[in-house]
Structures are given as C-alpha cells and as structure tokens.
C-alpha cells in the first residue's frame, strides 16, 4: 500500500525558513513525479514545486529563488527548502506523486499525503 507523509512544518517569523520532508513508502514505479502543493485559508490549492525523476524542478513564480525542491530517490523521499518565508506563505503544504510527467494540476494526482501546516508570523 503506497503512503505519503510530510514533516517539517511549524511557525516562523517572516524571514525564517523550514525544510518540509515527504517520505513516500510502497511505490514500485521507477519514473515519477513528486510535487509540492499548498492551501492557504480562503485560498484554492494551488502548485509549489515538481521534480521528476531525473532532478528536474520547475517552480511557482512566487516561491522562486527562495524554495528549493529535491528528492533522494534512494530513499524515497521529497524535499521543499524554504528560505525568507512570508506571510503569504502560509498554509496546509502537501505532498503528491505521480507517474510520468510533472504537472501543477492537481487533478492529475492520484497520490496525497495528509498535510503538514506552515505558519508565517509578520
């Protein structure tokens, strides 16, 4: 049975950084796409970050230059460095995989971890 689950998350001063972990156990395919997703209050879900399998990234235009996505494929498991987080950054961030191409629409993940929350304090 395949599982997601994050870590990481907390309460930071605007300015301060975290680094979300997602561990994903149980998936047996060898070419997949691991993404970053976020909601804030009132806000609809929306894309942070993707990786393939082979380490190529593509961003959101606003966490560029401060967020930093890999992945140890070894191990499984995804990464979101987050450095000089604002306010605006705060929300739920999830964890989703999927096979084959990466992608920013949501719908086309099967796979979801249940969330770690990230709050940024002015």
């Known amino acids: 049975q395949v599982h997601l689950a994050e870590s990481g998350g907390g309460s930071v001063q605007a300015g301060g950084s975290l680094r979300l972990s997602c561990v994903a156990t149980?998936?047996?395919?060898?070419?997949?796409?691991m993404a970053w997703f976020r909601q804030g209050p009132g806000n609809e879900r929306e894309g942070v970050a993707t990786?393939?399998?082979?380490?190529?990234?593509t961003y959101a235009d606003s966490v560029k230059g401060r967020f930093t996505v890999s992945r140890d494929n070894a191990k499984g498991t995804l990464y979101l460095q987050m450095n000089s987080l604002k306010p605006e950054d705060t929300a739920m961030y999830y964890c989703?995989?999927?096979?084959?191409?990466?992608?920013?629409?949501?719908?086309?993940?099967?796979?979801w971890g249940k969330g770690t929350q990230v709050t940024v304090s002015s």
């Open positions: 990786i393939d399998s082979d380490g190529t990234t």
């Open positions: 149980g998936y047996t395919n060898s070419r997949y796409c």
């Open positions: 989703a995989v999927k096979d084959g191409y990466c992608s920013f629409l949501g719908s086309l993940y099967k796979l």
